[in-house]
T-cell receptor
């Protein structure tokens, strides 16, 4: 399945590092999403972009900074993260918001 | 506020048997979508089935079917002829695409399939 790709697949970073997660969709969709999946917790929606415009920010700390340069690409810029930010970060896309979402394989992030 | 509840943290089924996963939700909206996604050990989230709230007919995808009870706000997933590859975490998802988009995942049900 190559509809939604995410890089890197694994990332280890220190609390003072700056890194970026990348998501790319090849489905011609107009909406893209970032989710955080931590152990023992429900999947958390972080950001929603619709036609490159951010339409939702679910009280995400400013150390997470999304960027959507076009409808096919979505980035999540990370800086001064905390160990509790270690999680699986999932990207998804859909034709329109509220329609079927297709997920990428995720980036497993470990913050030391 | 919308909520999604999956009351069964874990379930187990014998291969070739049938199992039903439950999901209830709460909303004041009338037009929304409900989904079941599965997440196997690979962590890849995969769509299982989708139901539009305005449709009375229950959705079916091969061995997977839902029992959608709109008045009761219930959306259960039935897996028939269970296979080993069905072992995964199953998430019930509510999506409302109105003026304020709402996407809510349930806490998940971990399904084990016994050979």
């Amino acid at each position: 399945e190559t509809g939604v790709t995410q890089t890197p697949r694994h990332l280890v970073m220190g609390m003072t590092n700056k890194k970026s997660l990348k998501c790319e969709q090849h489905l011609g969709h107009n909406a893209m999403y970032w989710y955080k999946q931590s152990a023992k917790k429900p999947l958390e929606l972080m950001f929603v972009y619709n036609f490159k415009e951010q339409t939702e920010n679910n009280s995400v700390p400013s150390r997470f900074s999304p960027e959507c340069p076009n409808s096919s690409h979505l980035f999540l810029h990370l800086h001064t993260l905390q160990p509790e930010d270690s999680a699986l970060y999932l990207c998804a896309s859909s034709q329109r918001v509220a329609e079927t979402q297709y997920f990428g394989p995720g980036t497993r992030l470990l913050v030391l | 506020a919308q909520t999604v509840t999956q009351s069964q943290p874990e379930m187990s089924v014998q291969e070739a048997e049938t199992v039903t996963l439950s999901c209830t939700y709460d909303t004041s909206e009338s037009d929304y979508y409900l989904f079941w996604y599965k997440q196997p050990p690979s962590r890849q989230m995969i769509l299982v089935i989708r139901q539009e709230a305005y449709k009375q007919q229950n959705a079916t995808e091969n061995r997977f079917s839902v029992n959608f009870q709109k008045a009761a706000k219930s959306f259960s997933l039935k897996i028939s002829d269970s296979q080993l590859g069905d072992a995964a975490m199953y998430f019930c998802v509510f999506i409302y695409g109105g003026a304020t988009n709402k996407l809510i995942f349930g806490t998940g049900t971990l399904l084990a399939v016994q050979p």
